[in-house]
Nanobody, 127 residues
Framework: QEQLVESGGGLVQAGGSLRLSCAASGRTFSSYALAWFRQAPGKEREFVAAMSRDNMHTYYSDSVKGRFTISRDNAKNTVYLQMNSLTPEDTAVYYC????????????????????WGQGTQVTVSS
């Protein structure tokens, strides 16, 4: 099972950008579909973005589509989330997750499909 560690969170003004990183240990990183989720105070965890094993398929929530970009570097065992045009509504703890899937094109968007999670990184967007 992959061990995941997020970094890159912080405080940013509305309209600004941040790039989150999630480094994975283990030797099977390329066999995992990857995703980012977030949880705001008092709210349930929600899906943000996901990417297939083959790097060719992505899926975004409507709330971040066009502003956020998920990417992965299998050589570095790292998944990224580039976040642009941030708003205070993006304030949350962001978690990366990995799902062991056999289908290289499959994009998993439900948290129950993921079996490895990072500890989370706080993103705060001020108005």
């Amino acid at each position: 099972q992959e061990q995941l560690v997020e970094s890159g969170g912080g405080l940013v003004q509305a309209g600004g950008s941040l790039r989150l990183s999630c480094a994975a240990s283990g030797r099977t990183f390329s066999s995992y579909a990857l995703a980012w989720f977030r949880q705001a105070p008092g709210k349930e965890r929600e899906f943000v973005a996901a990417m297939s094993r083959d790097n060719m398929h992505t899926y975004y929530s409507d709330s971040v589509k066009g502003r956020f970009t998920i990417s992965r570097d299998n050589a570095k065992n790292t998944v990224y989330l580039q976040m642009n045009s941030l708003t205070p509504e993006d304030t949350a703890v962001y978690y990366c997750a990995a799902a062991s899937v056999s289908n290289r094109e499959y994009v998993a968007s439900r948290d129950v499909e993921y079996d490895a999670w990072g500890q989370g990184t706080q993103v705060t967007v001020s108005s």
